[in-house]
């Protein structure tokens, strides 16, 4: 087990995730003006992932077999390709900071699948109200009774909606399956193979002819590496050192910390517009989020046994709450994979790699 950790690196952490994560959206808003979506997209999470296979490696993890890439391949498709591959595609159409409230939701619709799913989890008063809320929120954000001009792209606002109900219905899966020991190792194939598609349909879409060096501003680029770096690598490895090191009920509060980052940067930096509508909407929504990352779930019918502590030492109440926040939470910045399996074993093997990013001594492996 680890010790508890220094406070400076539990801060310096809970920074990255509320702050770096925060701020995806707006740079995926800069790296769009002069680079292709799909291109730009792929390629990012390629990188990224390439990155984390290598220090997997280089850790002494194991090389994966044929077997284990079909699930990362098919979770992949769903979580990177389609989900995140929605969003860099609709913020050329819609604000960054919309774009982050709408995925915002999948806390919701991770609810509501798992709800309905046979042997689902019933959600109590307090979640069901966060839903009701939440497409109350949705609705009053999208306002699609409006006639005339109006203030938001309702296309581009769906589909970041299918995007999240991708990316939940992907993270559901992943559930039922184990693509490897190592947790960096599976998300490292996921944004392999989720990129490497990405990077296709771009292809396909004929966005290489749009690349050109000399037209890419040096914001685009500088945007593009703090999201392959800062939001792929850094903030993903604190969130996953933090489901080892942090209580549940406080990790889940980036959840809807990071939406409100979003709108207020790009309120600011990108001039976006916030109409009191489009404020309250947002107020809703987040809302919503604190309902049912607060409530708990119950097992239609739960196994014998089944009622002993976790893993990380909360009760399967908690846990099962972690997990649905880790999963959903995780898709508010279009730069993590999915951590459902992370939540619910804390993540105890990888933690090694947020401690080597902020102390020089050895760590030994756990």
């Known amino acids: 087990m680890h010790s508890t950790p220094a406070r400076w690196k539990m801060i310096l952490a809970f920074?990255?995730?509320?702050?770096?994560?925060?701020?995806?959206?707006?740079?995926?808003?800069?790296?769009?003006?002069?680079?292709?979506?799909?291109?730009?997209?792929?390629?990012?999470?390629?990188?990224?992932?390439?990155?984390?296979?290598?220090?997997?490696?280089?850790?002494?993890?194991?090389?994966?077999v044929l077997r284990q890439w079909k699930p990362a391949l098919i979770s992949g498709v769903f979580l990177i390709t389609a989900a995140q591959g929605a969003v860099v595609w609709a913020e050329q159409y819609i604000n960054s900071g919309l774009a982050a409230v709408l995925v915002a939701t999948v806390p919701i619709w991770m609810l509501t699948f798992n709800w309905a799913?046979?042997?689902?989890?019933?959600?109590?008063?307090?979640?069901?109200?966060?839903?009701?809320?939440?497409?109350?929120g949705v609705m009053v954000l999208l306002a699609p009774w409006q006639t005339g001009d109006?203030?938001?792209?309702?296309?581009?606002?769906?589909?970041?909606?299918?995007?999240?109900?991708?990316?939940?219905?992907?993270?559901?899966?992943?559930?039922?399956?184990?693509?490897?020991?190592?947790?960096?190792?599976?998300?490292?194939?996921q944004m392999l193979c989720g990129g490497a598609v990405l990077t296709l349909v771009g292809s396909v879409t004929r966005e290489w002819g749009r690349v050109s060096l000399e037209d890419v501003s040096a914001?685009?680029?500088l945007a593009f590496f703090y999201l392959v770096i800062m939001g792929s690598v850094v903030a993903l490895t604190a969130y996953t050192w933090l489901l080892g090191v942090a209580q549940p009920s406080r990790l889940s509060t980036y959840a809807y910390v990071n939406p409100v980052v979003a709108v207020a940067l790009g309120w600011l930096l990108a001039g976006e517009t916030l109409t009191p509508r489009m404020?309250?909407?947002?107020?809703?929504?987040?809302?919503?989020?604190?309902?049912?990352?607060?409530?708990?779930?119950?097992?239609?019918?739960?196994?014998?046994?089944?009622?002993?502590?976790?893993?990380?030492?909360?009760?399967?109440?908690?846990?099962?709450?972690?997990?649905?926040?880790?999963?959903?939470?995780?898709?508010?910045?279009?730069?993590?994979?999915?951590?459902?399996?992370?939540a619910a074993e804390a993540a105890t093997d990888d933690v090694v790699l947020f401690e080597s990013l902020t102390d020089p001594q050895p760590v030994e492996d756990h």
């Open 219 to 221: 914001l685009s680029a």
């Open 279 to 342: 404020a309250l909407g947002v107020a809703v929504i987040v809302g919503a989020v604190v309902l049912v990352t607060m409530g708990k779930t119950s097992a239609r019918s739960a196994p014998a046994g089944a009622r002993g502590a976790s893993a990380a030492g909360a009760t399967p109440s908690d846990a099962t709450g972690v997990a649905v926040v880790a999963a959903a939470g995780a898709a508010l910045n279009p730069q993590a994979p999915d951590m459902p399996a992370i």
């Open 117 to 136: 799913r046979p042997g689902g989890e019933r959600p109590n008063q307090v979640m069901m109200t966060g839903v009701a809320a939440g497409f109350a």
């Open 15 to 64: 920074a990255a995730v509320y702050i770096i994560w925060g701020t995806t959206y707006l740079a995926i808003r800069f790296a769009i003006e002069t680079l292709p979506p799909f291109l730009m997209g792929g390629l990012r999470f390629v990188i990224a992932g390439a990155l984390l296979y290598l220090w997997t490696t280089l850790r002494g993890v194991p090389h994966p």
């Open 150 to 189: 109006r203030d938001i792209y309702l296309f581009g606002a769906a589909v970041v909606l299918l995007g999240a109900m991708s990316w939940t219905g992907a993270s559901l899966y992943t559930r039922s399956v184990r693509i490897s020991t190592s947790h960096f190792q599976t998300t490292a194939m």
